[in-house]
């Protein structure tokens, strides 16, 4: 009997991330200017505060959007701090000259949800899957939909089984 298979993981350091955001903040810097960065939480904090910093951008704003409710499945959506007006009248009050950032678009439907809030937003993530991929304007890293993106945040050291001892046939 074959065992189901197991979706990949993709753990990621400190320094990955950071450099990964800095690579983000980097080929976002042709794409403003920016008045204001949305950061989508928890996710988007780190990645926001980064960007913010390479791109000189003081106002940053938080939008509370829950969806992962135990860490592997993705549940409803769930709006819990929705963005300030002063940001949300910014520009055509659409959101041109707002970056909207998370750390990850898996689904989209985060982004969707967002998106709908600000439609003339430019929405960027670190990492990217297929199914959220057309929700983003700007990502780094396009990673599989079977693949769970460990983040540095949600880690602790620890032993890593090899590959191997999961696929035993």
């Known amino acids: 009997m074959v065992a189901p298979p197991q979706p990949k993981a993709f753990p990621v350091s400190w320094d990955q991330f950071h450099r990964d955001a800095r690579a983000l903040a980097w080929r976002l810097s042709g794409a403003g200017p920016f008045e204001a960065i949305v950061c989508i939480t928890r996710g988007g904090l780190v990645p926001a505060a980064i960007v913010a910093r390479e791109l000189g951008t003081r106002l940053i704003e938080t939008v509370c959007v829950a969806s992962y409710h135990d860490y592997q499945n993705q549940g409803s959506m769930q709006v819990l701090k929705e963005i300030a007006p002063a940001v949300r009248s910014l520009g055509d009050g659409r959101g041109?000259?707002?970056?909207?950032?998370?750390?990850?678009?898996?689904?989209?439907?985060?982004?969707?949800?967002?998106?709908?809030?600000?439609?003339?937003?430019?929405?960027?993530?670190?990492?990217?899957?297929p199914a959220g991929r057309p929700m983003v304007d700007t990502f780094v890293t396009e990673v599989s939909q079977d693949t769970w993106i460990y983040f540095p945040w949600d880690m602790g050291l620890s032993y890593q089984a090899p590959i191997t001892d999961g696929h035993k046939g």
């Open 96 to 129: 041109k000259g707002v970056l909207v950032i998370d750390d990850l678009t898996d689904t989209g439907k985060t982004a969707k949800v967002v998106r709908e809030m600000l439609p003339d937003a430019h929405f960027a993530t670190v990492y990217a899957k």
